[in-house]
């Protein structure tokens, strides 16, 4: 059983960690900035507010747990964009906060930045929108600051192309630096299949120091 502060625990993603990590019999505590918004109710469940952005928030969340996972983005608006990069220096700062030993960093990541089988990366497909193209890349950016970063133990999960919510089969395949690409070409993988290979990663440490990919 391992203890696991979730950020993003009320997301399209960060729900499903929650429900696998808690079906899994771990103990979680989820930080949310409002406690309204969290529905969620079983016995291994902690729930407490605080922000991603503010290191001290982190650090007083991460104290004596084994795992932070971070899901924490999403919407269409330029909130999305201004958390990513500095949520990622705030869980660093927090984590690093708590000296040796700390516990593990898990953030979910963007598939901008992976490979495509021509030897570009998804974000340089032509026609992305805009606000897509700022998302990747600020993911992007939150990727290159975890590779500068020695003292904290870091992974970052990049989903495949598309995640939804769909069903969970259990079965996924990886890569660290390509898009996983199913037989047609397409890359997909369910939200709920994504927090198998998540919560896997938290029982079963792979992926130290590095980005990983998840997809059918
Ligand atoms: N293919 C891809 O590469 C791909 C696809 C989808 C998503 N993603 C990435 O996955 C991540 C999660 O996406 P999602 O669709 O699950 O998002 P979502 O459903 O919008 O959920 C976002 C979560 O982040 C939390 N959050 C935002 N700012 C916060 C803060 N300052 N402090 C604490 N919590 C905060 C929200 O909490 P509140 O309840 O307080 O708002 C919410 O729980 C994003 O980074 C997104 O870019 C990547």
Redesign the pocket.
């Known amino acids: 059983m391992a203890k696991i502060t979730l950020?993003?625990?009320?997301?399209?993603?960060?729900?499903r960690i929650l429900r696998e990590a808690l079906d899994r019999g771990h103990q979680v505590t989820a930080?949310?900035?409002?406690p309204a918004?969290?529905t969620a109710d079983h016995q291994n469940l902690t729930v407490v507010t605080?922000?991603?952005?503010d290191p001290a928030s982190v650090t007083g969340a991460a104290k004596g747990q084994d795992v932070v996972v971070s899901?924490?983005?999403?919407?269409d608006g330029p909130?999305?964009i201004a958390?990513?990069a500095p949520?990622a220096r705030a869980l660093v700062a927090g984590v690093r906060a708590l000296g040796t030993p700390a516990p593990r960093l898990i953030s979910?990541?963007?598939?901008?930045s992976l490979r495509t089988p021509d030897g570009k990366q998804v974000w340089d497909a032509e026609g992305l929108p805009e606000f897509l193209l700022q998302?990747?890349h600020?993911?992007g950016d939150a990727l290159d600051f975890y590779r500068t970063v020695t003292d904290v133990d870091w992974t970052n999960l990049?989903?495949?192309?598309?995640?939804e919510p769909g069903e969970r089969t259990g079965t996924y395949r990886t890569d660290t630096e390509n898009l996983v690409l199913d037989p047609e070409g397409n890359s997909r993988i369910s939200?709920e299949d994504y927090a198998v290979a998540l919560v896997d990663e938290i029982e079963r440490p792979q992926h130290a120091g590095e980005r990983f990919t998840v997809g059918f």
């Open positions: 950020f993003g625990a009320t997301g399209t993603i960060g729900s930080v949310v900035r409002d918004g969290l605080g922000d991603v952005l899901a924490v983005g999403g919407g909130g999305h958390t990513i949520s979910v990541g963007g598939a901008g998302i990747m600020a993911h990049s989903p495949a192309g598309t995640i939200a």
